[in-house]
Nanobody, 120 residues
Framework: VQLQASGGGLVQAGGSLRLSCAASGRAFSRYHMGWFRQAPGKEREFVAAISGSGTMTSYLDSVKGRFTISRDNAKNTVYLQMNSLKPEDTAVYYC??????????????WGQGTQVTVSS
């Protein structure tokens, strides 16, 4: 399977970005999907996850109310709408399939992420 994240960029604090992750190679709707991020000098952390059907979601506490994960199984794509961005959201964002848990854990190998930079 290949996962391609896109949509990152430079934005001012308070701004918005929408990340996309296109998947290929398998029955996309069978898999829970998630977003993770890694800031410079920090470990990669879970950000958000969505069940295969799209009926369940899970978020990192610090992004609740600001980020929204969604998916379009017909397009094999998962999205992360990020609003009210803060400088501490600056990181490389990755998508992957996940095992549901507290928090969800990554299953696939990491693909190329997309850089999000929030200026103050």
């Amino acid at each position: 399977v290949q996962l391609q994240a896109s949509g990152g960029g430079l934005v001012q604090a308070g701004g918005s970005l929408r990340l996309s992750c296109a998947a290929s190679g398998r029955a996309f709707s069978r898999y829970h999907m998630g977003w993770f991020r890694q800031a410079p000098g920090k470990e990669r952390e879970f950000v958000a996850a969505i069940s295969g059907s799209g009926t369940m979601t899970s978020y990192l506490d610090s992004v609740k109310g600001r980020f929204t994960i969604s998916r379009d199984n017909a397009k094999n794509t998962v999205y992360l709408q990020m609003n009210s961005l803060k400088p501490e959201d600056t990181a490389v964002y990755y998508c992957t399939s996940v095992a549901w848990g507290v928090p969800p854990s990554p299953l696939d190998a990491w693909g190329q992420g997309t850089q999000v930079t929030v200026s103050s």
